[in-house]
């Protein structure tokens, strides 16, 4: 989120609909706390690699193709509790005009 003093005329001009909608994120832990998995949806195709460390769960988020229009990167970040993670995945397309923030519940299957 940008400052209140701070205007920004490229993403004040965001509707909003482009690369918003369902997707699924899935990921492996390791015993280590690594951890790897894949994200696909509305905000496309990606790996994520990071580690569980005290509780909280730190992964970036790589587009699987970086020239594709809607490749989006950033971070997950969450809490584990139990065997859920609770966070926010927080991502940008290439030229960071486009900005998308979610909450993510995952749980173990």
Do not use: H, Q, Y
Not at 10 to 22: I, N, P, Q, S
Not at 25 to 53: H, M, N, Q, Y
Not at 99 to 106: C, G, I, M, N
């Amino acid at each position: 989120m940008l400052p209140p003093k701070v205007k920004d005329v490229v993403r004040k001009k965001d509707d909003g609909k482009l690369a918003t909608g369902k997707g699924t994120v899935t990921l492996t832990i390791e015993p280590s706390g690594e951890l790897k998995g894949k994200a696909k949806g509305a905000l496309g195709d990606a790996s994520l690699v990071g580690k569980t460390e005290d509780g909280m769960v730190r992964a970036s988020v790589f587009p699987d193709d970086p020239r594709a229009p809607n490749a989006m990167t950033g971070i997950l970040v969450g809490k584990l509790k139990g065997e859920v993670i609770e966070g926010e995945l927080r991502v940008t397309g290439p030229d960071a005009m486009l900005v998308r923030e979610s909450p993510v519940t995952l749980r173990k299957r």
